[in-house]
């Protein structure tokens, strides 16, 4: 609702990736402010206080921490939305004048643009090797990282590059990162089992498709009512936690690493965006032809495929 206010719905995900540890923060100087402080709960490193007014100026210090983190974070995501290839300034300034209070906000940011990129408490940090969100590498370092150690592989094949046009910005890392897990399940297919699964699709088991999303969801719910129960009553935060897992799921689907159409087992690996996965799977059947034309001869092999988007 915030950043609805604001115009800011394209850093949705990033900002709510960092809001976990910052509703915690709000709790725990809420409830100082009412209990004061627990035995177990540490002095928050730079807070100064004592005597009688202890415990408020601490629930103080703990509130006004979680607002400057607050902050912080929706700068940052906004960094990282401009230094990712994720965004254009102009294009988010747009939506954001469209909100009233938006609009003074966009002016500020398009004004210190340079000047927030060179802010290094503002930069993402790097991504880890081998994590969802890494960059597709082409070239002799691909080559290199490709293969599934010393098993044989085919000779590496680039498949199509796969479009996220239709996608709003705010998708895009979920766009690499299901990408991402079609490219490693593909991998960790042999040329004759991809071969075969592609002439003979295997059908999808709705029964086991069913199961998949009940025990998903049902993590969800464990989840979201463990965060609720630092606010809400026992039956409030249980009631709470089943509507949200409900809502989450009816925009996730199951994912098949790779596509059952694409030469995948009827495994359901993942739950990501759904709309996302919709974009994924049509843009197989151009790709599947020349797959299997540069797979046809090295049947005994593991599959040595390479994805990335436009």
């Known amino acids: 609702m915030v950043l609805a206010a604001f115009g800011l719905g394209a850093l949705a995900d990033d900002i709510l990736k960092g809001l976990p540890p910052i509703i915690d923060a709000y709790v725990r100087g809420i409830s100082m402010a009412w209990n004061g402080p627990k035995e177990d709960w540490p002095i928050e490193s730079g807070f100064v ?36 290839g994720r965004g254009d300034i102009n294009v988010l300034a747009r939506q954001m004048r469209g909100s009233e209070r938006g609009s003074r906000l966009a002016q500020w940011m398009i ?21 969802l969100v890494d960059p597709p590498e082409h070239g002799p370092q691909r080559e290199k990282r490709s293969g599934r150690g010393k ?9 199509e590059c796969f479009k996220a046009d239709k996608l709003p910005a705010s998708k895009i890392g979920e766009f690499e ?39 998903f969801e049902e993590k969800l719910r464990h989840r979201f009512q463990k965060e609720f129960s630092f606010m809400l ?28 159409r694409a030469g995948g087992r009827d495994i ?19 790709k599947i ?6 797979s046809g001869e090295c049947a005994a092999l593991f599959a040595r495929i390479d994805f990335y988007k436009c």
């Open 177 to 215: 990162r299901q990408l991402g897990g079609q490219e490693r399940g593909l991998n960790r297919l042999t040329v004759q089992e991809y071969l075969e699964n592609v002439a003979n699709p295997i059908k999808r088991n709705k029964r086991a498709a069913a199961i998949a999303r009940a025990d």
């Open 49 to 84: 206080g004592g005597g009688d007014f202890g415990p408020a100026r601490l629930a103080a210090w703990q509130i006004a921490s979680a607002h400057e983190t607050v902050v912080l974070l929706i700068l940052g995501a906004l960094v990282s939305y401009l230094t990712r």
């Open 268 to 286: 359901v690996s993942d739950f990501g965006d759904r709309q996302v996965n919709s974009s994924i799977g049509p843009q197989w059947r151009p």
């Open 111 to 131: 004004k210190h643009e340079d000047h927030l990129k060179r802010r290094p408490d503002l930069k993402p940090p790097e991504p880890r090797r081998g994590a």
């Open 151 to 159: 098993a044989p592989t085919m000779p590496l094949h680039h498949v």
């Open 289 to 294: 032809d020349n797959l299997k034309k540069s």
């Open 233 to 260: 009553d026992p039956v409030a935060a249980k009631r709470k936690a089943i509507e949200d897992a409900r809502n989450t799921m009816s925009n996730l689907a199951g994912l098949h690493n790779p596509d059952l």
